[in-house]
């Protein structure tokens, strides 16, 4: 069964076109009402003939990961193989799902999500802070996640399999912006398999509830302990690789190097000399050998993203997902 998933928050005048346009072969939609002080939810339940539409109303508002998981615990209630999770906003085409699917029903993907930077046309109808702004998200979320030929980490167009699902923790999942970024980090935990999915994205007359000077801060704090936690788990507590012993060793070399580098030049501006060139090398050949260990420990850790699905849903030549 495939369900999609929509959180409803500010978009009365947007979601009744979007749930219009849900392609046939969906079998099941879930409006999840976070609390909307437009009561979009009501608007779907009398303006909404389509019998495959339910909604959810949220007692409290939970933000936009909060409201997704909501979905996602209906879907897999309502048994559901894969479910796609698309905005109420209208920035998304829903006949684009088909494209979502196919490397899930493929058997090439547990999670497949779309990507607004595959074209430069995507880019320029794109406002420009946003394009600055995912870009940088962009390099973060490759850094904590792993998923170093994922782009467009905050992409909200998604599909992912029960057994992706089933198997991260939804309670740890963050429930407000960094919900997206944070998926991955789950993901990658799991070892699950990520593709992107070229698909534009449209911008009209709906606007963004997120602040970007609210959030820089606490996404920087929030990759580098997703950062940590994954280094920790993949090459130290799962298993051990040459990758293992490159990270301290180059980290070490590097801060001893720069510690001597330091002191050096702080003993010789005191008393008035010409800092040596042995104490030169001294300090440089140890930042050398950490920077080169660095780059091999990222060549690895690239080298480590997932490429084997672990969730197989293959469709049938009857049209229904395994």
């Known amino acids: 069964m495939l369900a999609v998933v929509i959180p409803a928050y500010r978009s009365r005048d947007q979601i009744l076109d979007v749930l219009s346009r849900i392609p046939e072969y969906v079998d099941r939609v879930f409006v999840i ?13 009398l303006s909404c003939k389509d019998k495959r539409v339910s909604v959810h109303f949220n007692d409290k508002n939970l933000g936009v990961g909060g409201a997704v998981i909501v979905g ?60 600055f702004g995912n870009a940088a998200l962009s390099l973060l979320s490759k850094i904590s996640s ?7 980490p905050t992409n909200g167009f998604f599909a992912i399999t029960r057994g992706a699902l089933q198997n991260i923790s939804l309670g740890k999942l963050r429930t407000r912006w ?49 950062f940590v936690k994954r280094i920790l788990y ?26 001597l580098g330091l002191s050096y030049w702080s003993q010789s501006a005191a008393a008035g ?27 690895l850790d690239v080298a480590n993203e997932p490429r084997q699905p672990l969730y197989v849903n293959r469709k049938d030549e009857s049209g229904a997902s395994e």
């Not at 009402?33 to 339940?45: A, H, I, M, S």
């Not at 090459?235 to 070490?252: G, H, N």
């Open 33 to 45: 009402d976070d609390l909307c002080p437009e009561r979009t939810g009501k608007t779907v339940q």
């Open 146 to 152: 792993g998923y170093w030929s994922v782009n467009d």
């Open 273 to 299: 000399q010409v800092t040596t060139t042995g104490q030169v090398m001294l300090a440089v050949l140890p930042i050398l050998i950490g920077f080169q260990l660095l780059l091999s420990f990222l060549g």
């Open 178 to 226: 960094f919900f997206e970024s944070d998926l991955l980090f789950r993901l990658a935990i799991a070892r699950a398999v990520v593709i992107d999915v070229p698909i534009a994205a449209k911008y009209g007359s709906e606007t963004s509830n997120l602040r970007a000077y609210k959030v820089v801060f606490p996404f920087l704090w929030r990759h580098l302990v997703n």
């Open 72 to 131: 996602f615990k209906l879907a897999l209630e309502a048994g559901a193989s894969v479910v796609v999770k698309i905005d109420s906003d209208g920035q998304m085409d829903p006949a684009q799902i088909i494209n979502l699917l196919s490397p899930i029903y493929s058997a090439r993907a547990d999670y497949a999500k779309g990507n607004r930077f595959n074209s430069l046309e995507d880019l320029q109808a794109m406002p420009k802070v946003r394009v």
């Open 234 to 259: 993949l090459y130290y507590l799962r298993e051990w690789s040459v990758a293992s012993f490159q990270l301290p060793a180059s980290l070490t070399l590097l801060g001893s190097g720069m510690f």
